[in-house]
């Protein structure tokens, strides 16, 4: 069963403490992609990575890190250093044909 | 100015009525992606067009690149229709601008 997984889909944490959040796929892609959506805004990309032990950053990487060890796992992690971390963070991949981008389900943070 | 901008933001249509969202984009661009986003958050890929128009059941997308634009139509709406759409203009091989997303209600 191919596809994006994200864990946990619900997370808290208290302020102050760094979180990581779970990617894997089994898609065989590349590239991956952390977005970060908010209400109101359309999604803003915090990192990606064409390859594995490659990544760039995005629009808002400050106070996010990531790594890519492995081909199927990009995980995030949310450092104390980010202001306003309560988002709904999403994980995509990118199909190597048409450049078209797959997302993950999600997962809900919520720092209190 | 967003680059990538949706109209209306929200929608509510009776179900069978036709609806139409729009996406206007500001920036040269590879290709147009609309989105389907329902209340869990989960996004599934609708259409994927760099060119005229492509059909899947009851939805339509359409793009003019010249006047950089795409309408994503559904026919015969549907409750179950009911949902977030996104566009996304991808930008070269890697980069998506995203729309802020229609909010679409159809009721029964």
């Known amino acids: 069963d191919g596809g994006i997984t994200q864990s946990p889909k619900y997370l808290f944490r208290k302020e102050g403490q760094n979180v990581t959040l779970s990617c894997e796929q089994n898609l065989n892609h590349d590239a991956m992609y952390w977005y970060r959506q908010d209400p109101g805004q359309g999604l803003r990309l915090i990192y990606y990575?064409?390859?594995?032990?490659?990544?760039q950053k995005g629009d808002i990487a400050e106070g996010y890190s990531v790594s890519r060890e492995k081909k199927e796992s990009f995980p995030l992690t949310v450092t104390s250093a980010q202001k306003n971390p309560t988002a709904f963070y999403l994980c995509?991949?990118?199909?190597?044909?048409?450049?078209?981008?797959?997302f993950g389900p999600g997962t809900r943070l919520t720092v209190l | 100015k967003n680059e990538v901008e949706q109209s209306p933001q929200n929608l509510t249509a009776q179900e069978g009525e036709f609806i139409t969202i729009n996406c206007s984009y500001s920036v040269g661009i590879s290709a147009l992606h609309w989105l389907q986003q329902h209340p869990g958050g989960g996004i599934v890929s609708l259409f994927m067009l760099s060119s005229g128009k492509k059909k899947h059941g009851r939805l339509i997308a359409t793009i003019n690149i010249q006047e950089k634009h795409s309408s994503l139509h559904i026919t015969a709406s549907h409750p179950r229709d009911s949902a977030v759409y996104i566009c996304a203009a991808a930008r070269g091989t890697y980069k998506y601008i995203f729309g802020t997303g229609t909010r679409l209600k159809v009721l029964a």
């Open positions: 995509a991949t990118r199909g190597a044909i048409y450049n078209e981008q797959f």
């Open positions: 990575s064409q390859i594995v032990n490659d990544f």
